[in-house]
């Protein structure tokens, strides 16, 4: 499969970020939506949701972030099902630190026991040797010290299991302690127009604190900064009603205004919009487009 154009387009430079020796496009694909109602078990049409991850590489994404617990393995086998062998430039993400439970809740798994039995899930399921990037997932209410989790992603590093660490849910105070450790090249911390990630973000962040902060940090330090809940669970127009106003005289969406939004916030941010449908796939990858004026990102910033 050929690698479609990386800067076609782009109306936000730059159009690709650096994960360590890694280089994607700065508008990658969330798996989350893959799996069946509440992320669990099957889709009700599994040939589509493969349809989706081979249209996503057509386009040109080369950067899809998943997990294990999604489904739980669904996500991932889908992905496998779809693009395995996968195209040499696709760089597959995926975070560890939390699981599920039998009423479809989410809970942490930060020792470093399950830390391994879920990268060890993740590299059957998505039929890999090494993981090319894992985002430690960090859960307070765990009762793990955060070193500790880290300590035992850089032994499976050590081991070949995993390319680059990455982290998520995390403040500033926390990714400067895991600098002083080791390389970190992207954060995965909840930011959108409108501050809202509904139930699922609920339940597992960590009181973050300060969002702007933790972007400048990763825009100093050059780390990606990946935005989950991007589209505020698919609730981002009537959350934020200035998105439809200049949706409009871009004939454009709301959603798409809000990645475009993203997009110019900052030259490290890297949208992760996740859909079960390829018509909103292409439309989220046409917000590539989309240039903002200084006035219309200060508008939505509001």
Not at 177 to 187: E, F
Not at 258 to 279: D, F, H, K, N
Request: charged letters at 25%; proline letters at 8%; glycine letters at 8%.
């Amino acid at each position: 499969m050929n690698q479609p154009a990386r800067t076609e387009g782009f109306a936000h430079a730059p159009a690709t970020i650096r994960l360590g020796d890694l280089e994607v496009q700065r508008m990658g694909y969330g798996a989350m939506r893959l799996p069946g109602k509440d992320v669990w078990g099957e889709p009700d049409d599994p040939q589509r949701a493969r349809n989706v991850l081979k249209r996503a590489v057509e386009l040109g994404v080369d950067f899809i972030d998943t997990a294990w617990f999604y489904g739980p393995l669904v996500s991932n086998r889908l992905i496998a099902e779809a693009l395995h062998p996968y195209p040499s430039h696709l760089v597959i993400a995926t975070k560890l630190g939390g699981k599920r439970l039998p009423d479809k809740g989410w809970a942490p798994a930060l020792r470093p026991e399950e830390l391994r039995k879920g990268a060890e899930e993740d590299l059957r399921t998505l039929r890999l040797e090494r993981l090319d990037v894992v985002h430690l997932r960090n859960m307070p209410i765990a009762g793990v010290p955060f070193m500790e989790s880290l300590d035992a992603l850089l032994a499976m590093q050590a081991e070949g299991k995993i390319r680059h660490l990455a982290l998520s849910n995390v403040n500033a105070h926390e990714i400067e302690k895991a600098l002083a450790r080791t390389p970190i090249v992207a954060v995965q911390n909840m930011f959108n127009v409108s501050g809202g990630g509904g139930a699922f973000a609920k339940l597992t962040h960590s009181e973050v604190d300060d969002p702007e902060g933790v972007l400048e940090l990763c825009a100093r330090k050059k780390i990606a900064y990946l935005p989950y809940f991007p589209l505020a669970v698919g609730n981002v127009g009537q959350q934020k009603p200035v998105l439809a106003e200049i949706a409009a005289k871009h004939g454009a969406t709301p959603a798409q205004i809000a990645l475009a939004w993203l997009l110019a916030r900052s030259p490290v941010m890297l949208p992760i919009p996740g859909t079960s449908s390829v018509e909103h796939l292409e439309q989220n990858w046409d917000a590539r487009r989309i240039a903002l004026s200084p006035k219309e990102v200060a508008a939505i910033a509001k």
